[in-house]
């Protein structure tokens, strides 16, 4: 398993594996941006056969750190690929010089909230309503990064 920063050879297979998770706003197009984004990084967990396992997304926004969406292939989780992709996020968000990352999640998604909890999130407040399909809270997470 190797971990390489996405560029637009992987659109359509980082589109298709996202799909399995995300929501439509994850389209192609905004992967597209994201790649294409200087202050945002695509990252990528691949297979020997080059195929995509895990995707993470983060992106510098005025200085602040956000962590759009992170998922790892289902049969491969509890692995520490999720932690891996997640320490990748932070490595780029601090070599732009940002040491805080915020993210949201859904309240009841337990593997994440326990995920971002071993790398140090601390939830910091509740939104309430803030997700649609199914309608559900999220806790707004922090990272400060030394
Ligand atoms: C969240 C997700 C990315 C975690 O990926 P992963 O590769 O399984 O995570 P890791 O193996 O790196 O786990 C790291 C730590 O997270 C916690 N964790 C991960 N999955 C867990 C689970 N099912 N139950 C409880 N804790 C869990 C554990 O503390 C684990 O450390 P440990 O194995 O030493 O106990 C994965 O479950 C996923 O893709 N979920 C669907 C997409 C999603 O919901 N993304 C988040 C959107 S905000």
Redesign the pocket.
Known sequence: MEIIKADLSKLDELSEFSAQ?FDEIWSTSSFESEIKKTNSAVFCAVNDNDEIC?VACIENQYGDGYLH????NTA?????????LTDKCADFIKSNGVNKIF????VS????I??Y??IGFKTVATRKGFYSNPTEDAYSMILELD
């Open positions: 998770f895990g969406n992170i998922a790892v491969l989780r509890k692995q520490g690929i999720g932690k891996i993210l949201e999640v859904r998604n337990l593997p994440a326990k995920l909890e071993k």
